[in-house]
């Protein structure tokens, strides 16, 4: 029997301060320091944490890199990257730099339009409640944009029905989708609002009971798509552009490959989404169930060679990101991300996001296909590993060459190498 108890009556109402002493009392914490390691909330104030979330005792600081030598449609960008993973900002600016020359990334994007889902069961004849709704389809746009007037006026609201019939254990079910173009928005608010209003509507055009109205991360209208030409001369030859077109084609065929490759996309797509203040579960989310939309698990990009030798690489992927709302707007990493980057539309960071999704797919793929990751990887993680055995300052670096050159970037050889160091020294 546990002799200490979660159930804090009231945890929600408590200052931060508050908090962090409750839960270092609960965990029966000394205060070392750690009391002021959870309040030091680095750039997100304090009161805006606890705003964005409950229960905020604390933030986690993870480094922001930048993304150098991007050209994007023409234009030149620096683009923040929010990740702990070492690497993979690296791995961006090594990709643009061998495709800078040859014109850089193409991108375009299939719209902004969001799904919401509201799911209509024990209908008694779905052939006949599926025409019953499309049929009102005049009455449900007007529901839809009445929801939301300022979304209406920025040019968005609701735009396409959709209604399917889903098999389900209890009986065939009524899906109906909302297609609403949302504009700079995320737009999960929008279009949850919509699915909410519509439900008791469809129950009376359809009959049946509504059960979930929610949007679908499943973002196939709003794709973000990123093309690009590495020249043959620009990547080391031959033999690298065939070895990333038989890795694409592990990854087409293999989920257990393509896991691995899409995850290297998401490397850097994600780090994007995190640094403007994004929903990367949501991106996330999309991009795994669109990479399986033709029944079986595979790769999210295409890689070939071209006619005249090159190698092309192309991205397509659901990219559901915004500019307003959520911790977009009120991050102030966020916004500076954004603003270093010149955004000034959904659309326009989500191409971004596409080309480094493609940049980072790009240099994993080339380092696989020729001297591995780890040789690159180890480099940048023994300076972590040094860190963890305690080396400051230049010891960092000569600890972390020491194990390079050792071959074996291992804790406890980092600790005898900085032992060994501090005794030359003395
Ligand atoms: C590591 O974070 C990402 C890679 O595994 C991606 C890949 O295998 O394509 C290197």
Known sequence: MSTKTSRISGFHKLSVPERVDKVMAFAGLEDDGLRAQFLDTGNLPVDLAD???????????IPVGV?????IDGKDYLVPMATEESSVVAAVCNAARQCYESGGFTTSMSGTCMIAQVQLVDVPDPAHARLAILERIEDIRSLCDAC????????????DLEVRIVDSAHGPMVITHLIVDTRDAMGANAVNTMAEKLASHLEGWAGGRVYLRILSNLADRRLARARCVWKLDAIG????????????????????????????IMNGVTAV???????????????????????????????????????????????AVGLIGGATKLHPMARASLRVMDIQS?????????????????????????EGVQKGHMSLHSQNIALMAGAVGDEISIVARRLVELGTVRIDVAEDTLRALRARED
């Open 273 to 319: 989404v995190m640094a403007t203040g994004n929903d990367t579960r949501a991106v996330e989310a999309g991009a795994h169930a669109y990479a399986a939309r033709k029944g079986w698990y595979s790769s999210l990009s295409q890689w070939e060679v071209t006619a005249a030798g090159d190698l092309a690489g192309s991205l397509e992927m659901p990219m």
């Open 51 to 61: 705003r964005l979330i409950e229960n905020a005792v604390g933030t986690m600081n």
């Open 346 to 370: 959904a659309q326009q960071l989500a191409r971004v996001i596409a080309a480094v999704g493609l940049a980072q797919n790009f240099s994993a793929l080339k380092a696989l296909a020729t």
């Open 148 to 159: 939301d007037p300022v979304l209406v006026k920025l040019g968005g609201g609701f735009r």
């Open 237 to 264: 030859g031959p033999e690298v552009r065939d070895g990333i077109v038989r890795a694409y084609e592990f990854a087409l065929m293999d989920p257990y490959r393509a896991a691995t490759h899409n995850k290297g």
């Open 67 to 71: 993304a150098t030598n991007l050209l």
